[in-house]
C-alpha cells in the first residue's frame, strides 16, 4: 500500500531530516501522553502482536503492477488506538528497511504516511459507530479511508521531497504517482474486506479488545 519504496540518496539529506524530524515529534508525543496514562497490558500484547503480523505481510509482495503489499495500518489503529499504532509503524519501518524494503533515510517519511493511516482508520471506526453499528462495513469503510489518505499523504511527500536524478517535471510524476495510487487503491479493497472480517471476528470473541468501538 501506501510506502515510498525508495532507497536511500532518493530524497536530499534536507528532506529525509525533515521527515524523520516530523516523525520523532509525533513519536515524541505519543510516549508523553501513553506514559502519562495507566500501563495497560493487554493492549501492549495486542500491539506485539499487531507489530509482529504487520512485519510479515509488509514483506509479501503480490505480483501485480510491479508488486504491491497489504499494510494493516488501518487494522493496528482499530486495535491499538493512534499513539500505539504510531509506534507499532515506526518499529515496522525500521525492521522493513534492515531488509531493504526502503531505505534507512526513509524511514521517516514512511512512518509519518503509516501514522495518517493509523489514524484516520481509528478515528474512522470511532466516530461512524453511531451511524454504522455493524463491524464489518465500519472496519471496512475506515480502512479504505486511511488507507485513500495514506497515498495521498505518500504523493505529497514525494512532490514536496522531489526525487534526485530525475528530470521528469512535476506533471509527468503526480500522474506516475497518481497511477500507483490507484493501483494501491484497488489493492485497499481487498484490505478492507480483510480487515472487515478480523473486527467482525473479534468483536464476537473478544469484543473487549475493541473498547468504545465495540457493540
Given amino acids: 500500500m ?8 532518493s530524497f536530499s539529506l534536507f528532506w529525509v531530516v525533515v521527515w524523520w524530524a516530523a516523525a520523532l515529534v509525533l513519536i515524541g508525543v505519543s510516549l508523553l501522553i501513553l506514559r502519562s496514562r495507566k500501563t495497560d497490558q493487554k493492549k501492549i500484547t495486542v500491539a506485539a502482536f499487531c507489530t509482529a503480523a504487520a512485519f510479515a505481510v509488509f514483506q509479501v509482495s503480490i505480483p ?3 508488486g504491491v503489499h497489504l499494510t494493516l495500518t488501518p487494522l493496528i489503529g482499530i486495535l491499538t488506538g493512534p499513539l500505539t499504532g504510531s509506534l507499532v509503524v515506526l518499529i515496522v519501518n525500521i525492521l522493513s528497511a534492515a531488509i531493504g524494503h526502503g531505505g534507512y533515510g526513509l524511514i521517516g517519511a514512511n512512518t509519518l504516511i503509516n501514522i495518517v493511516e493509523v489514524s484516520v482508520g481509528y478515528a474512522v471506526f ?7 453499528p455493524g463491524l464489518f462495513p465500519r472496519a471496512g469503510i475506515a480502512t479504505v479511508l486511511g488507507l485513500l489518505c495514506g497515498n495521498v499523504a505518500m504523493i505529497l511527500i514525494i512532490l514536496v521531497s522531489g526525487i534526485q536524478g530525475v528530470s521528469q517535471d512535476m506533471s509527468a510524476v503526480l500522474g506516475g504517482l497518481s497511477l500507483i ?3 494501491n487503491m484497488g489493492v ?3 484490505e478492507a474486506f480483510i480487515t472487515g472480517l478480523i473486527i467482525a471476528y473479534i468483536g464476537k470473541v473478544r469484543p473487549d479488545m475493541l473498547g468504545s468501538g465495540g457493540p
Fill in 188 to 190: 485497499a479493497v481487498v
Fill in 181 to 183: 495510487a490507484a493501483i
Fill in 64 to 66: 501485480i503492477f510491479g
Fill in 2 to 9: 501506501a510506502h515510498v519504496h525508495l532507497q536511500d540518496g
Fill in 126 to 132: 470511532r466516530l461512524s459507530k453511531p451511524l454504522m
